[in-house]
Nanobody, 117 residues
Framework: QVQLVESGGGLVQSGGSLRLACATSGFSFRTYAARWYRQSPGKERELVAAITPTGGSTNYADSVKGRFTISRDNAKSTVYLQMNRLKPEDTAVYYC??????????WGQGTQVTVSS
């Protein structure tokens, strides 16, 4: 059974930090790219950060470059998102996603991040 379980969300003041984790099971995580998306009320889901299966390459949305860092531990089948210098506009539900080379996608259930001003 495929599972993606996010954790680490919560309420933080502007300028603070949070570290999200997405623990996966039930598939070969090390062969999948991993991504973090976010969605706030009234807005479309947006791609925040992505990492290749080996972790050798990462990409970020312009809005989070220099503040967020995506990483992965294939031994633990887990992907992380370190979020620093958080802003109120970062408030959203954050979702992890994995994508195989042949197009299979899996989603987590999401974790709420709220940044107060």
């Amino acid at each position: 059974q495929v599972q993606l379980v996010e954790s680490g969300g919560g309420l933080v003041q502007s300028g603070g930090s949070l570290r999200l984790a997405c623990a996966t099971s039930g598939f070969s995580f090390r062969t999948y790219a991993a991504r973090w998306y976010r969605q706030s009320p009234g807005k479309e889901r947006e791609l925040v950060a992505a990492i290749t299966p080996t972790g050798g390459s990462t990409n970020y949305a312009d809005s989070v470059k220099g503040r967020f860092t995506i990483s992965r531990d294939n031994a633990k089948s887990t992907v992380y998102l370190q979020m620093n210098r958080l802003k109120p506009e970062d408030t959203a539900v954050y979702y992890c996603n994995t994508l195989s080379a042949d197009g299979r996608k899996y989603w987590g259930q999401g974790t709420q991040v709220t940044v107060s001003s």
